[in-house]
């Protein structure tokens, strides 16, 4: 008999978390996605069009009534919790409010985590998370105030330069000050900090997980695409369970590993668009047309149709070229201009919702910005199936049985 295993997505966005969820399944196990979250209407529609058999809940998740009407949906009990909380909890830079309440979404996820007592959670995460400083979480409020006090002191400092005072990492891998009373208050912050990804571990070691993370290059899983994320697991203490993440199953060339599993090559966007129609004969799709950044063409932007694509971005000014554009000619200093003759266009939203491996029948709701916006900022399905078949795995190792819901 099937056993299937339930979750709730937070900060859910367009759902690729829950498309790789739901596609995932190790020795008749699979899961089923009961709500998911998130604040911005475009997600939440497009959610709702594509994972209609889960309640899909506009609102913030720092608001009671939507932690109520989980726990409604869940009866207070759901084997896992995945999801992308924004990372502003651990960045010192910017205005390093301590009391600004966007500062604290991921550890509104924690308090989700520690309310579901889920058997095991999800986090996703950009890989600057990695070199992010960030308080300690076994400091008292207090003493957090006086450490981001004297950080603040220390990162206007004109010796500090403009780059180190919008970044405290900089800052703190630097020679202490010779002034006397400035070392102190170095010092002292530098106790007081810690990575961003320990902070992690630290919150939800709290509610009583065992925290592991690992930085993933989804092209290393078949998505035709280099990106690379950070992926955080906790297993709930005391129940054997044991934290595990998907072995690759592609590499830059064919080869076998040390294990000796083949591995296949990358994917290529050859091989994620090769087949599409000309644009024009493609019925609602779109591309956007406007004017090019100088930070744009600061770079090379021409996809290449033997290699993965790069990063897809959630913003529609930077989406990358189709291979079929002129090439970009370096001109000087991080200054590149289009060779003559044909016309640029950028690759569009059918295009970027393939590379970032979502089917043809995934439906996005919104502007074309906003299209653009929910494909880019989403975990690619094929990527997030990976990782859920390694939670599977996991349960399935502990020989845990679904905990239900009401």
Partial sequence: MATQYTAVDL?????????????????GRSFRVLAAVDNWKCAIETYRANHPEAEAILGDIRDEGVCRRLLEITGGRVDVVIGGPPCEAFSLAGKRDPNDPRARLFYDYVKVVGALKPYICVMENVRGILTMVALREDLPEGE?????????????????GKRRRAAPQYALRGAA???????????????????????VRQALAKEGYEVAWRLLNAADYGVPQERKRVFFIGARNGLGLKVRFPEPTHARAPRVDAWGRRLEGWRTLRDAIGD?????????DEVYNGG?????????????????????????RHILLHPDSP????????????????????LSVRECARIQTFPDWYKFVGGLVDKYALIGDAVPPLLAR?????????????????QGEG
Wanted: charged share 25%.
């Fill in 11 to 27: 900060f859910c966005g367009a759902g690729g978390l829950t498309l790789g969820f739901k596609m995932a399944e190790f020795g």
């Fill in 144 to 160: 957090k105030a006086r450490a981001l006090a004297a950080m603040n002191e220390l990162l206007d400092l004109q010796s500090v």
């Fill in 177 to 199: 000050p010779s002034d006397p009373a400035l070392r102190a208050k170095f010092e002292f912050v530098r106790r007081c900090t810690t990575t961003a990804s320990e902070a």
């Fill in 276 to 284: 599409l129609p000309p644009l024009e004969e493609r019925a609602g």
């Fill in 292 to 316: 090019f950044s100088s930070i744009f063409m600061s770079r090379n932007r021409v996809m290449d149709w033997g290699r993965p694509s790069y990063t897809i971005l959630a913003s529609a």
């Fill in 327 to 346: 090439q970009m000619v370096k001109v000087g200093r991080d200054e590149r201009a289009f060779a003559a003759g044909g016309r640029p266009r950028r």
């Fill in 386 to 402: 990976r990782v859920a078949e390694a939670v599977l795995q996991s349960l399935a190792e502990a020989g845990l049985e679904p």
